[in-house]
């Protein structure tokens, strides 16, 4: 029999149901891989191994009781800026430190009634703001293609977590490209749901208005069933949108009749060449399947990145004003009351933190709102028209998840820009709103996984997911695993 | 001050008030809105209104409701589509760094308040309403020689409502009767207790002036926490002086935000125009633009009670009630209410003035005396008009009728019980009367002889005198009628 930890969460919950395996079994083949690798790959921030043993035990329980929750003792690992109650979270951040949150994320909490047995919380740039994991006050996630190199971000602990058999499933969460960059860096299937799809309620905010979990497998038939789980209304979070959670169902076939446009903007000078060429041949792969592939255009495509980097950081600088020590979180000592929160503050936010602090607070500022905050949302209209004009035409887009494949550790370590690049060809479906999916489709001469994205119509997940589907049918790049010495 | 320099300048007033709406639940979570003033410090606070990593605002549909029916009474129209924004600023009783309020699109625009000034009937145009959250509460303490601030989260989150007017206020009196005629608007509305030694209603005054005249408006200055309508009086008037003593001296006024000392009965500076906060206002993206369709408005519409001012005009016209009878009797919603109960129960020869007379004068003493409300009296209206029902048809008299309605107010019993108890039932027989009336002129000849002398003012001390043999309860109409007719016989 192969490793139980090589299994897709498809074929473990086939296990599972036919008593093969219990969850114990699993969870703990997970518990003693993370034991045995984590050290060096560094995904989790935290793993509780009595709590996931202790609902393994409770899934197993249920199971022989004929309980038929979609997702029964199906372990999985949560990027650490959900919530989860009891669990610390600390949003890869020092200012929150051991706090353990009392309550737990709805997108989670939908999972746990599914079934899913929490294993852990995984890396993230902190407070999701970065590209890499590098910005973790926790140190980096390593990628498991190659240690010397970054597993992508934010959500790059949950990729690698995936990617390196620590678990069959991970939630992260994407506000310029965090779900979608890492998968593709380590060759995983990361789903950016539509804005609105999945609760927010328990992510801690980085971008309200951008911030999205998702998940992340090891491939798209995967990521449908988690999404499944995941997704709906939730009274709790007043933009989440009341279209009921999909129940999908992938079939194998072909993509006849479906038409995939190919955006001009998305194949541009200064994108690696492999990365291009791994890219055309997958959307030639998808003609082989059918599929009618047009070039379009999404002209305002330049824009995206100056346009996010004013509303996420705007958002950003006030949706961390919270944390000031008084509540919840470490205090730092100090003899009055607003010294407290300059040395609180000061002391415990990371260096990319306080520079999109300062940059929103900029944007947002009097005086200066107009031209930058406000332009800026005129100008996410015109990029959110750009897809809606694209899809009168296309049923989906494909185009690469980022210019590059996974970069060394430390490469743009003194320039922030060099990291924004990395988000290009992502940022502008959270500024849509629209739903995007990273899947791989080959590797560079290093070896290292190369991924498409495709974006589709708000509520076009399913489309996305069936697309991914079959391709991943009629190809193997998501079957390949990266070699872990033990 | 001299007068002379006092009618050189005008005062131009714009008040921004504060108002706690009381829904069960707070603004944006499901916690319990309670008496911040006792409740025990942080017992209703939710991960939500803590501002919790991770939690998001739902917007409490009951205070849009409320919020609704003020902007209706006061005459806005409301917006169909309104935006909540973020108001940021750091603060410790503040949990999220930011208080979600309204901006650019209020829920409510373009009202009035008319009001009675000595200048007469004013109107003074209501700019906007709209929701917002209200703060914790922050203490500092010493203890042992250390210094300690302390947040209570309890009021956070509670709904607030912001009315602002505009500058059409010109004067101390003007602002004190717009204030009342907030605080009694929202009281009949039943949204608000109107209660402010417990800050559920506070004010914040945007003081200017310029001369007597002028069309254009001087620098303003805005003094905040005003928290009750005296103070928010002396803070008006205070200003008004410093502001004409340094325009007289040649000065200009500085364009800033004033605190009230009580202990010094002064204004304070708390910032300047450069210190201004810069709240960053933008639209709160955790909820979505906020909808009320027609049909809602309609509805609310619909609930509203009659209105004070409409209340008063109607009682004036109706009940050809005084100024000040008709403007007591409309103070409150339930005073107003009692009024018209028992006018409904007695007879319609008995006037409205007359009840007016029992409840303004009688029963308010009682009430006064009692330190008590009238809903919670033991009189009921019904009761009331027993018993001036009783008077007005002479089975009592008057005076026996005010120390009934006192045990009525004691006991609560019914006045027909306290009467025949007694015996206090009037009596008018008049075989009765003129036997008494004979009696007291045939015991004090002397004073019947001082009448017949001319001094006619002791008519007045007979009369005592027969009612005193009647013990109160003789009919003093028939009383007086007999004692003349036996007099002008002698
Ligand atoms: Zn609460």
């Known amino acids: 029999m192969t490793e139980l930890t090589e299994l897709t969460i498809t074929q473990a919950l086939a296990a599972l149901q036919a008593g093969d395996v219990t969850s114990r079994e699993l969870t703990r083949a997970y518990l003693d891989r993370i034991e045995k690798l984590d050290a060096r790959l560094h995904a989790f921030l935290h793993v509780d191994p009595g709590r996931a043993l202790a609902q393994a035990d409770e899934a197993d329980r249920k199971r022989s009781a004929g309980d038929p929750a979609p997702l029964l003792g199906m372990p999985l690992a949560v990027k650490d800026v959900l919530t989860v109650e009891g669990m610390p979270c600390t949003c890869g951040s020092k200012i929150l430190e051991g706090y353990v949150p009392p309550f737990t994320a709805t997108a989670v909490r939908r999972l746990l009634e599914a079934g899913v047995v929490v294993l852990g919380k995984t890396n993230t740039d902190e407070f999701a703001m970065g590209s890499s994991t590098e910005n973790s006050a926790y140190g980096v996630t390593h990628n498991p293609w190659d240690a010397a190199r970054v597993p992508g971000g934010s959500s790059g602990g949950s990729a690698a977590a995936v990617a390196a058999e620590l678990a069959p499933g991970a939630l992260g969460t994407d506000t310029g490209g965090s779900i979608r960059q890492p998968s593709s860096f380590c060759g995983v299937t990361g789903l950016k749901p539509t804005y609105g799809r999945v609760s927010r309620y328990g992510l801690v905010a980085y971008g309200s208005s951008l911030d999205c979990p998702g998940p992340l497998a090891h491939n798209a038939e995967d990521a449908a069933l988690l999404f499944s789980s995941m997704a709906g209304k939730d009274p709790l979070d007043a933009t989440s949108v009341d279209v009921p959670a999909p129940e999908i169902r992938l079939s194998n076939g072909n993509l006849k009749g479906m038409t995939v446009g190919a955006p001009k903007e998305y194949f541009i000078k200064g994108i690696q060449a492999e990365v291009e060429a791994k890219v055309r041949a997958a959307i030639d792969q998808l003609a082989d399947l059918g599929a009618e592939i047009v070039e379009i255009s999404l002209p305002h495509t330049e824009y995206a990145l100056p346009v996010y ?43 990319e933190v306080e520079r999109r602090i300062m940059l929103g607070t900029y944007a947002l500022s009097a005086g200066y709102y107009d031209a930058y905050y406000g332009q800026a949302q005129k100008v996410r209209t015109l990029i959110k028209r750009d897809f809606e004009q694209a899809f009168e035409h296309v049923d989906v887009i494909a185009c690469p998840v980022a210019p590059t494949t996974a970069f060394k550790i430390g490469a743009h370590g003194d320039d922030p820009l060099a990291m924004y690049l990395e988000d290009i060809f992502s940022l502008p479906a959270n500024l849509a709103g629209i739903p995007g999916l990273s899947f791989p489709v080959g590797f560079d001469a290093q070896g290292l996984p190369v991924g498409m994205q495709l974006m589709g119509r708000h509520f076009h997940e399913a489309g996305l997911l069936q697309t991914a589907h079959i391709y991943q049918q009629a190809t193997d790049w998501h079957l390949h695993r990266p070699a872990l010495a033990d | 001050m001299t007068e002379a320099i006092k009618t050189k300048y005008e005062t131009v007033i714009g008040l921004e008030v504060h108002a706690e709406m009381k829904t069960d639940s707070k603004m944006f979570c499901g916690c319990a809105v309670v008496d911040s003033t006792s409740a025990p410090p942080n017992t209703t606070v939710c991960p939500v209104c803590s501002g919790m990593p991770g939690t998001l605002p739902v917007v409490n549909r009951k205070a849009v409701e409320f919020g609704m029916k003020v902007a209706l009474a006061l005459g806005c129209t409301i917006n169909q589509t309104s935006i909540f924004a973020r108001k940021n600023y750091f603060y410790p009783d503040m949990p999220k760094g930011y208080q979600i309020s309204q901006y650019e699109l209020p829920l409510a625009e373009h009202g009035q308040i008319v009001i009675n000034t000595p200048r007469g009937e004013e109107t003074i145009r209501v700019t906007r309403v709209h929701l917002e959250e209200d703060a914790g509460k922050l203490t500092h303490i010493e203890n042992n020689g250390v210094s300690h601030s302390l947040v209570d989260l309890n009021r956070a989150g509670v709904p607030l409502l912001e009315i602002v007017s505009e500058p059409d206020i010109r004067s101390v009196e003007g602002a004190r009767a717009y204030g009342e005629a907030l605080r009694q608007i929202v009281r009949y509305l039943d949204v608000n207790s109107g209660d402010m030694e417990k800050g559920v209603i506070r004010f914040e005054a945007n003081i200017s002036i310029r001369p007597t005249g002028s069309e254009e408006f001087g620098t303003r200055v805005e003094v905040k926490n005003l928290n009750s309508f005296r103070t928010m009086e002396r803070a008006i008037e205070f200003e008004t002086e410093r502001q004409a003593r340094v325009l007289q001296a040649g000065g200009s006024i500085d364009q800033e935000t004033l605190g009230w000392n009580e202990a010094n009965s002064s204004t304070y500076s708390m910032r300047s125009k450069e210190d201004a906060h810069d709240y960053r206002y933008f639209p709160e993206p955790d909820l979505p633009p906020l909808v009320v369709d027609q049909a809602w408005i309609d509805v609310v519409r619909a609930s509203l009670p009659e209105l004070p001012r409409a209340r008063y005009l109607r009682f004036k016209e109706e009940y050809q009630l005084t100024d000040y009878a008709a403007s007591v009797l409309t103070a409150d919603r339930a005073t107003a209410d009692y009024f018209e109960a028992v006018l409904e129960h007695v007879p319609t020869s008995v006037s409205p003035k007359i009840v007016s007379n029992w409840v303004t004068g009688e029963l308010f003493a009682l009430i006064n005396q009692a330190g008590t409300g009238i809903e919670v009296i033991k009189v009921q209206p019904e009761a009331l008009a027993g018993l001036v029902r009783s008077v007005a048809e002479g089975q009592i008299n008057p005076n026996t009728g005010k120390t009934v309605l006192g045990e009525m107010f004691t006991s609560g ?20 009367i003129a036997r008494i009336v004979k009696d007291a002129l045939d015991e004090n000849p002397e004073e019947v002889a001082l009448y017949q002398a001319g001094k006619e003012s002791v008519a007045n001390w007979l009369f005592g005198q027969v009612m005193r043999k009647a013990k109160g309860k003789a009919n003093p109409q028939v009383v007086r009628a007999e004692l003349e007719k036996q007099l002008t016989k002698l």
């Not at chain 1, 996420?312 to 607003?338: F, H, K, Q, T, V």
């Open chain 1, 309 to 351: 980097y004013l509303i996420a950081p705007a958002e950003a600088s006030s949706n961390l004003a919270r944390y000031d020590g008084i509540r919840y979180g470490p205090r730092e000592a100090a003899e009055s009351m607003w010294d407290v929160f300059y040395k609180t503050r000061g002391q415990r936010f990371g260096p």
């Open chain 2, 413 to 432: 019993r019914g006045a027909e019980e306290i009467v025949a108890a007694r015996g206090l039932k009037q009596v008018s027989d008049t075989d009765f």
